[in-house]
């Protein structure tokens, strides 16, 4: 009931946005945004979200668990993500943007053409830090389940020469973040971009 509602909602509030101001979202982020309101709504209720929050992994004989954490107060945290469709070398890019409250505060998606998997993760994070420093953010906290991006990014590695300049731009943008960081999580339970790309009419 409460999707339907927030649903319908958002439906309502992009019709207008469309008609007002001569620009309405894509349809699947209408879907994405009112979900994540609907499962905030039930959180704060009491009742089971409805996303889920754990994702459980096998390594050996143990289990990892990952959770969603929100950032620090007056902190947003942006996870990227990509999903790459090999049969036809395009790839979808997603960039999810939360409040330490869990509320979503913006978010990105677009197609990319690919030349490797690598490649487009490293620009979702571009287009992550990007939006950050377009909007003045001054505390930021990204996250990529590519381990090899985030240690390159962190310099815990020799830097890839295949995204050597989109790297050197992301740390030339973070020169006007107060607090920037950069962490490698293990694959979420929603991976956006692969419901954003694979959804598209």
């Not at 950032?71 to 979808?92: H, L, M, Q, R, Y």
């Amino acid at each position: 009931m409460e999707e339907t509602a927030y649903l319908y909602w958002y439906i309502w509030k992009n019709r207008n946005l469309g008609i007002f101001q001569g620009h309405a979202m894509p349809p699947q982020l209408v879907v994405q945004k009112a979900m994540f309101l609907a499962d905030e709504f039930c959180r704060v209720n009491g009742k089971d979200p409805l996303i889920p929050p754990v994702l459980q992994l096998r390594d050996g004989l143990e289990d990892k668990v990952q959770r969603w954490s929100p950032p620090p107060e007056d902190v947003i945290k942006c996870n990227t993500d990509a999903a790459v469709d090999v049969k036809n070398g395009v790839a979808g890019l997603a960039v999810v943007c939360r409040n330490s409250r869990g509320i979503l505060v913006d978010g990105l998606a677009f197609k990319q053409s690919i030349s490797s998997v690598l490649m487009v993760e490293t620009l979702a994070l571009r287009a992550a830090v990007g939006w950050a420093a377009r909007n003045g953010l001054k505390d930021i906290i990204f996250e990529s389940n590519s381990k090899e991006l985030v240690q390159a990014v962190n310099k815990k590695v020799h830097l890839p020469w295949q995204i050597e300049p989109l790297v050197l731009s992301v740390w030339e943008l973070c020169k006007s973040f107060s607090f920037c960081e950069f962490n490698y999580v293990l694959p979420l339970f929603l991976n956006i971009s692969r419901f954003r790309y694979f959804h598209q009419d």
